[in-house]
């Protein structure tokens, strides 16, 4: 069974850093392109960024809306997906996912149950 | 960024057809998907590229569409069907969502 965990969340003040984590089971972690996404109370899902699996090199990309503030990184011999954030703004304030694509980077038929940040002084 | 608009939200009966649009601002060919989502739950993926249903799926949900118009079909709807539905294209960076529908069953 695909099981995504993550953890990491909390409240942090603005401008500080806080790093995400996702721990993944039951499927060939390595094999898989993985994304973050992020959901504000009561709005739609963000995508915030991907990371390509080990056999296209493990190259990002990520949404304009986060790019150069964001980060996404993977450690595949522990199944572990990560997000650092950094100088963040209290409209980051959402609950932040993990998920897996099916179709590369697409498709995301797996998902996290999702980890609370708040931004706020 | 590509834009989804759809409609905000729709209120039926039980038993009856519903017919959720999405209109991207820009061609996403194919690159369409359907996301349920419940209050308090993470997405769950309903359709992708456009009309194809994911495994487990009940096939009372459909979708159709191309290039720039698209459509979730629930037919019949049942009260279990209460939920949020987002279109969500993969075709343009970044990829985007709608602000989704809220179906409510009577």
């Known amino acids: 069974e695909v099981k995504l965990l993550e953890s990491g969340g909390g409240l942090v003040q603005p401008g500080g850093s806080l790093r995400l984590s996702c721990a993944a089971s039951g499927f060939p972690f390595t094999d898989f392109y993985m994304s973050w996404f992020r959901q504000p109370a009561g709005k739609a899902p963000e995508w ?18 986060v790019e150069g503030r964001f980060t996404i990184s993977r450690h595949d011999t522990q ?3 990560y997000l650092q954030m950094n ?15 099916t179709f590369g980077r697409a498709g995301f038929a797996y998902w996290g149950q999702g980890t ?5 002084s | 960024d590509t834009v989804l608009t759809q409609s905000p939200a729709l209120a039926v009966f039980p038993g009856e057809r519903i017919t959720i649009s999405c209109r991207a601002s820009e061609s996403v060919s194919v690159g369409i998907y359907w996301y349920q989502q419940k ?12 009309s194809s249903l994911v495994s487990g799926v009940p096939a009372r949900f459909s979708g159709s569409g191309s290039g720039t118009d698209f459509n979730l079909t629930i037919d019949p709807v049942e009260a279990d069907d209460t939920a949020i539905y987002y279109c969500h294209q993969s075709w ?11 179906l409510e069953i009577k």
């Open chain 1, 79 to 81: 199944d572990m997906l």
């Open chain 2, 39 to 50: 209050r308090g739950q993470q997405p769950n993926l309903l359709i992708y590229g456009a």
């Open chain 1, 116 to 120: 609370l940040v708040t931004v706020s």
């Open chain 1, 48 to 65: 915030l960024g991907f990371i390509r699996n080990k056999a296209h090199g493990y190259t990002t990309g990520y949404n304009p809306s």
């Open chain 1, 87 to 101: 100088t963040l703004r209290t409209e980051d304030t959402a609950t932040y996912y993990c998920a897996r694509g």
């Open chain 2, 92 to 102: 343009n960076d970044p990829l985007t969502f709608g602000s989704g529908t809220k």
